[in-house]
């Protein structure tokens, strides 16, 4: 009797363990089972009240951000959908991913999210100094770093690419964006979204993409932060929302809903983005969370009367989780109850967040192996990659009498700021940054010209302030040297989100600074390390050389010292106008005619042209443009030509070289803009020889435009295909 009995238990315990239990195995559980199938599964056997869990995201860990403070969660519950992800080490979040799998009555893994914006420990230079390196690969495989250690560290979905078209350098978040041109920021989304998402984001190291902040946020006032935006629907259309349509096109799992007004509807609060464009239009099927607190801030945008109001109006605009403020646990099951919103909706939404979980393989892998530290961050590939973006996203913006490359130079003074600073080379939303990671300038230079130049060094003052006791220490390095570069800039803290300025200068005391150093009479180089656009008028008048090299993250001094050296030949060129002053804002390539010719609609007082283009940048290659051709002239909608210009290095120096690829529809029945890129390449061509680009014009893609509803259309006529100073017309017939 005994042996049967044990026998009995033996069997029940495999056939448990072996899932071989008499209840069948739910399908959600089912790895084998059709998505869909599961997701449907799931939310069939979920309570009201852990579908409303799904739909909130709470924050895990102290928050640091300095706008968004936020306490260690201690009561989260475990059926709670997501958690922002404060900490860099698995075990906490592991931890808490356990008490979801083992302590909720269904087992449906959390969503950690974290801001991965240029980099997760290893820090890449800031999106928008990418831009400049018009090497979009060079960013998928940034990326893909990035993805790897944040997923190392348990982060599973990253709210990235931000692409939000921007024109006004006030705005601190200009660092953020891939600049100012609307398919620029496409190209680059589409790279980062491959990068962290890859083919299959269940595999290991892939995260989800969050394409933010969802729609127009480059538009703020005056540069300044939460406040309302004018767009047209027409502008919508043509400026802000092509690069998010890239990003879901190319497969972007989120989106996140931006805090400003949109020509009165607060964009989480708008429908018509929300829903009708993303949902209707264009079949989105992930979801879209809120940014932080946007939900309850509709209060404050004249929007909602009070919490609940803002719930019942964010919820039915299309925001399927809500960051952070709690709104949707608080008051959707009132909401319910009164029929202000609808189950089928909430249904919906839940079924989007799963769907998102499943495809990241969360149900099958929910937890991630905590490695060392050494195994996840500043991998050998991940700091080569760090270094080769920094030095293609740095832009030679002068370079008088060809004083750069220094070589031969005896002895080189690197003075300022930012010389011996390597705080500020991270820029901002560092995610999990650490500044002891970062080669400095003078560090960067030290290790470049060990055994060929002697370094001297002085600070010379601080970034703002009045203090010039360090000015006589500068003066007289400076003096001991052949060569003198002046390091200046803004703090990496001084752009990025709230942080609008109402100038763009670099401050006056490090003007000044660089006017004691100039006055010595020696060659001055100057390093521009800044987050956004600068003011260099006055700066560009003592410099023989200006070398904008951003917030270039972990190897920044690598890359300077070897842009310097002539290791690296600069080959970036701007993403972003730099303004002659302040004043001219906004002033960006793509912009409409005005009604008048000649100097009329000029200004009176300044040039109204900006200090330097979009597009532009130095090489210390010399590259000749040959004629432009086209294979035709004449095309119909449904064919394709292409135009193609030869290139050649001039120079005895093998370079990059960039071709941007414009198009220009003189006469329409919606203006154009003056002129719009449609294509990009950049080709390493070898001294002294020459390489052909080919644009291949899809003319419906390329010479088309769309209306107020986002319709695309191709009028018939006139187009011209310009690159650098030629142009071609070409017909539509
Ligand atoms: C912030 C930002 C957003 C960020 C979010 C989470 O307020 O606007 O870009 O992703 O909160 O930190």
């Not at 007004?261 to 969370?289: C, M, R």
Request: net charge negative; aromatic share 10%.
């Amino acid at each position: 009797m005994m042996k049967l009995k044990h026998l009995a238990t033996a069997t029940f315990c495999l056939m448990v363990a072996f899932g071989c239990s008499s209840e069948k195995r739910p399908i959600y559980k089912d790895a084998s089972a059709d998505i869909e199938a599961r997701v449907n599964d799931l939310v069939n056997r979920m309570t009201l009240e852990e579908k409303i869990l799904q739909l909130n995201q709470y924050v895990l860990g102290v928050n640091t951000v300095e706008n968004n403070f936020g306490e260690m969660v201690k009561d989260i519950p475990v059926e709670i959908g997501s958690l922002i992800y404060f900490n860099d080490h698995a075990e906490v979040r592991n931890a808490m991913q356990k008490k979801a799998m083992e302590e909720s009555r269904l087992g449906i893994p959390i969503l950690f999210g974290h801001d991965v914006i240029h980099g997760y420990r290893t820090t890449y230079p800031i999106p928008l100094a990418l831009a400049c390196s018009w090497n979009p690969e060079l960013v998928r495989q940034a990326s893909e770093v990035a993805a790897q250690e944040a997923y190392d560290c348990g982060v599973n979905w990253t709210f990235s690419p931000m692409v939000d078209v921007s024109r006004d350098p006030r705005w601190g978040r200009v660092m953020e964006c891939f600049g100012e041109d609307p398919y620029t920021n496409a190209v680059f989304c589409k790279a980062v979204v491959k990068g962290y998402q890859g083919d299959d984001m269940s595999e290991k190291n892939r995260i989800a993409a969050c394409l933010k902040h969802y729609v127009g946020y480059g538009a703020s006032e005056a540069g300044r932060d939460y406040v309302p935006t004018e767009i047209s629907d027409q502008t919508l259309w043509d400026t802000y929302l092509p690069p998010f349509e890239a990003g879901v096109k190319a497969g972007a799992a989120t989106l996140m809903s931006a805090f400003h007004t949109i020509s009165g509807i607060p964009a989480s609060a708008n429908h018509y983005i929300l829903t009708e464009v993303l949902k209707e239009k264009w079949q989105h099927d992930g979801f879209v969370v809120s940014d932080w607190g946007a939900v309850e801030q509709l209060r404050y945008q004249g929007m909602a009367e009070d919490e609940k109001e803002a719930t019942m109006l964010a919820f039915n605009a299309g925001i399927e989780m809500d960051m952070a403020d709690r709104m949707y646990q608080k008051y959707l099951a009132e909401l319910l109850e009164e029929g202000k919103v609808d189950m089928k909706l909430v249904d919906e939404s839940v079924r989007r967040i799963l769907r998102v979980k499943f495809r990241l393989g969360l149900f099958e892998h929910p937890y991630v192996e905590e490695k060392p530290e050494s195994e996840m961050y500043l991998l050998p590939k991940s700091l080569e990659i760090a270094e080769k973006a920094a030095a293609e996203s740095m832009v030679l913006l002068k370079n008088e009498n060809s004083v750069l490359p220094l070589e031969n130079v005896g002895t080189i003074a690197v003075i300022g700021p930012v010389a011996s600073d390597s705080t500020q080379h991270l820029g901002n939303w560092g995610a999990r940054a650490r500044a002891e990671d970062v080669i400095g300038i003078v560090q960067g230079m030290c290790e470049e010209y060990a055994g060929k130049s002697k370094i001297l060094t002085a600070k010379g003052c601080d970034f703002e302030g009045n203090d010039k006791s360090g000015f006589a220490e500068a003066v007289r390095v400076a003096k001991a040297s052949d060569v003198v570069v002046v390091c200046l800039g803004h703090k990496g803290s001084w752009s990025g989100e709230n942080q609008s300025r109402s100038t763009i200068e670099i401050p006056k005391i490090q003007e000044e600074l660089l006017s004691a150093v100039e006055a010595t009479g020696k060659p001055v180089v100057v390093l521009v390390t800044t987050g956004r656009p600068v003011e260099l008028p006055r700066i560009e008048q003592k410099a023989d050389a200006i070398l904008q090299t951003w917030h270039s993250g972990v190897r920044a001094g690598k890359a300077i010292a070897g842009l310097l050296s002539g290791r690296y030949n600069p080959s970036g060129k701007l993403a972003m106008t730099f303004p002659y002053s302040t004043g001219q804002i906004p002033v960006y390539y793509n912009r409409r005619h005005r009604a008048r010719t000649g100097d009329q609609g000029l200004y009176k007082d300044i040039t109204s042209e900006p200090m330097y283009p979009f597009a532009y940048g130095l090489s210390y290659s010399t590259f000749e443009y040959g004629k432009l051709t086209v294979s035709s002239d004449k095309l119909k909608e449904g064919e394709t030509i292409y135009a193609e210009v030869t290139v050649k290095n001039t120079s005895q120096r093998d370079g990059l070289e960039t071709v941007h690829w414009f198009v220009k529809d003189p006469y329409s029945h919606i203006t154009r803009p003056v002129k719009e890129l449609k294509y990009f390449e950049k080709k390493l061509i070898k001294a002294g020889e020459n390489v052909t680009f080919r644009f291949e014009i899809n003319p419906l893609r390329d010479l088309g435009f769309v209306n107020r509803e986002g319709k695309k259309y191709l009028d018939k006529g006139e187009y011209r295909i310009m690159v650098g100073d030629q142009s071609v017309s070409i017909y539509v017939i």
